[in-house]
Structure formats: structure tokens, C-alpha cells
């Protein structure tokens, strides 16, 4: 199993384009989620998703979007991309909700440089 | 906000030494998580503990709960050069939507050969 996967794993953008950061699992994984690092911080969560069809906010969704049409597949796609969204992002999958004492996978992440 | 918060936030020690840090909550958990990330990866899962439980251990980590003083500690014993990392405690809170994980800052762990 290759686990999570993420694509790219570098990207500069400028101030206001738009990309998607990809995201698979091979697990057959219902939960997948999405996470920023900044410098000497934590995580921070932008969005989630209970199973294909189902996603919700996180702690800093905005500028952000998702969708979820395969258990497969979450992408995060940035719309405007600001200067504030330079980051690490992080996908992580589980067989189950956190709350449900499921541990999380995550994937390798993409750094993001906004210029 | 940051739910957990981990003590020291940096630790250097010598190899075959014990590095112990903390992390603080502030409400009511599920379970709480620790994870493991080398410089420049993704975070990997070292030990879950619930709610219920005072104490776990994974080889040479042992982490303790103590949900009175909404604290647990992440002992990791006989350290070794590769062990160098920053540790994250993570927890899920009661009622959280989603049952979402909460992650703290971290504590980077320098081991030196």
C-alpha cells in the first residue's frame, strides 16, 4: 500500500491564482482531512470529510475549498491564493473519526510558497 | 485555538538518556494522541490513550493520562540520535463537531550522539 499520497510536493504560486493540492489514500479510509503548518506550530484544521459526499469546516477554512466524490480522492484547492496561505499542507486519512480512537495517517505534505 | 499545549517546547539531550515533555488540555476529552515528526515529513502516530486510561506503553515510549489535572506526559527512555524529532500531543474534545483532532505546538527533541 502506498498509504497517503500527496501531489505536488512544491509549488510557488503568485498572489492570486488558483491550484489543487491532491490528495489519494489506498486504505479504503472514510475520514480524510486537511491541515496547514505554519513555523513552530502545530497543525491547524481547514476541512474534513466523514465519506465520499460529506465535508465540513475546520479551524481555517477560509480561502479554501473541497469536495469529496470518491473515499479515494480529497482535494484542496486554494481560489485566490494570498500571501498568508504560504504553508505546509498535510492530508491525513482514517478508518474512522478521531473521536472514535482511530488513529490518523498522514502524507508527506506539499509546501506552499505564495508570492 | 490550540487545545493541547506541550512543555518544554525544546529539549536537547544525550543519546541513551530519558527526554520526557508534557502537554496540558483545557476541556473534557475523548482520547488524546501523540504523533512523531522528522524534519521536513509528514506525522506519524505513536500512541493513542483514552479517556479511561492512566498509562500505555509502545517499546520505549510510555505516556501517562491524568485527566484531573487535564495533563499527559510522553516518556520516551534509552534515546537514540534517531528519536531527534518534534513531538505533538493531539487531542479530541467531547462535542466536538466532526470529533476533530487538536493539535499543540509541539516539543522539538534533540538527541546528540
Known amino acids: 500500500n502506498a498509504g497517503v499520497t500527496q501531489t505536488p510536493k512544491f509549488q510557488v504560486l503568485k498572489t492570486g491564482q488558483s491550484m489543487t493540492l491532491q490528495c489519494a489514500q489506498d486504505?479504503?479510509?472514510?475520514?480524510m482531512s486537511w491541515y496547514r503548518q505554519d513555523p513552530g506550530m502545530g497543525l491547524r484544521l481547514i476541512h474534513y470529510?466523514?465519506?465520499?459526499?460529506?465535508?465540513d469546516q475546520g479551524e481555517v477554512p477560509n480561502g479554501y475549498n473541497v469536495s469529496r466524490s470518491t473515499t479515494e480522492d480529497f482535494p484542496l484547492r486554494l481560489l485566490s491564493a494570498a500571501p498568508s496561505q504560504t504553508s505546509v499542507y498535510f492530508c491525513?486519512?482514517?478508518?474512522?473519526?478521531?473521536?472514535?480512537?482511530?488513529?490518523?495517517?498522514f502524507g508527506p505534505g506539499t509546501r506552499l510558497t505564495v508570492t | 485555538s490550540q487545545q493541547g499545549e506541550e512543555d518544554p517546547q525544546a529539549l536537547s539531550i544525550q543519546e541513551g538518556e530519558n527526554a520526557t515533555m508534557n502537554c496540558s488540555y483545557k476541556?473534557?476529552?475523548?482520547?488524546l494522541q501523540w504523533y512523531r515528526q522528522n524534519s521536513g515529513r509528514g506525522l506519524v502516530h505513536l500512541i493513542l490513550i483514552r479517556s479511561n486510561e492512566r498509562e500505555k506503553h509502545s517499546g520505549r515510549l510510555r505516556v501517562t493520562l491524568d485527566t484531573s489535572k487535564k495533563s499527559s506526559s510522553l516518556l520516551i527512555t534509552a534515546s537514540r540520535a534517531a528519536d531527534t524529532a518534534s513531538y505533538f500531543c493531539?487531542?479530541?474534545?467531547?462535542?466536538?463537531?466532526?470529533?476533530?483532532?487538536?493539535f499543540g505546538g509541539g516539543t522539538r527533541v534533540l538527541v546528540k550522539p
Open positions: 470529510s466523514v465519506g465520499a459526499g460529506i465535508t
Open positions: 493531539a487531542t479530541v474534545h467531547f462535542k466536538a463537531a466532526g470529533n476533530k483532532l487538536t
Open positions: 491525513a486519512s482514517s478508518g474512522g473519526t478521531p473521536g472514535m480512537n482511530y488513529e490518523q495517517y
Open positions: 486504505m479504503n479510509h472514510e475520514y
Open positions: 476541556t473534557s476529552i475523548n482520547n
